[in-house]
């Protein structure tokens, strides 16, 4: 089957850490740019990063430049974002996303971060 | 950075009526503009892209048009399964950017 299935949401205090993951499956992963987009509750789509296929190239939003880190494992099909120095504005459902035509055409369920003391 | 200015922000339809969405980006974008559906608790889909589009199992009755910096979602004949939140996003520049989204309720 293919899908994308994210992990490594919860509770941080602010100023801590989180390591989000998102496992794929079914497709060949290593062709493909993928995203991580978040969605604070009751808000907008909002993007956050993109890495390229091979994993060589990576951009950010400016929201969360020097804190977030992108980065792809391709031989176990996953992709992370290290989120560091959390702030309360960071707490949101995350989802990653798969580009296709520079279209986000899948996505995963989404996993929750709640930075709050 | 682009800024992506949908209109209207919410907008109250009948089942079988035509609506029309419209994104505006700050600057040219060519044909880099996505469109997508959300619903509550879930994950966006993908609808049109490249402007112009159909994704692969969106129903038909959806079509996108434009070019630059107008661009416009249009549904022919509204769905109950339609009644929704939409998303532009250009994929032209980073960061890319989303609409601030257009909540279809019922009328």
Redesign the interface.
């Known amino acids: 089957e293919v899908q994308l299935v994210e992990s490594g949401g919860g509770l941080v205090q602010p100023g801590g850490s989180l390591k989000l993951s998102c496992a794929a499956s079914g497709f060949t992963f290593r062709t493909h740019w993928m995203h991580w987009v978040r969605q604070a509750p009751g808000q907008g789509l909002v993007w956050v990063s993109r890495i390229s296929g091979d994993g060589s190239t990576t951009s950010n939003a400016d929201s969360v430049k020097g804190r977030f880190t992108i980065s792809r494992d391709n031989a176990k099909n996953t992709l992370y974002l290290q989120m560091n120095s959390l702030r309360a504005e960071d707490t949101a459902v995350y989802y990653c996303a798969r580009d296709w035509n520079d279209g986000l055409d899948m996505w995963g369920q989404g996993t929750m971060v709640t930075v709050s003391s | 950075?682009i800024q992506m200015t949908q209109s209207p922000s919410s907008l109250s339809a009948s089942v079988r009526d035509r609506v029309t969405i419209t994104c505006r980006a700050s600057q040219s974008i060519g044909n880099?503009l996505?469109w997508?559906q959300?619903k509550p608790g879930k994950?966006?889909?993908?609808l049109i892209?490249?402007a112009s589009?159909l994704?692969s199992g969106a129903p038909s009755r959806f079509s996108g048009s434009g070019s630059g910096t107008d661009f416009t979602l249009t549904i022919s004949s509204l769905q109950p399964e339609d009644f929704a939140s939409y998303?532009c996003?250009q994929?032209y520049s980073?960061?890319?950017?989303?609409?601030?989204?257009t909540k279809l309720e019922i009328k």
């Open positions: 950075d880099y996505n997508y959300q994950a966006p889909k993908l892209y490249a589009s994704q998303y996003q994929s980073t960061p890319q950017t989303f609409g601030q989204g």
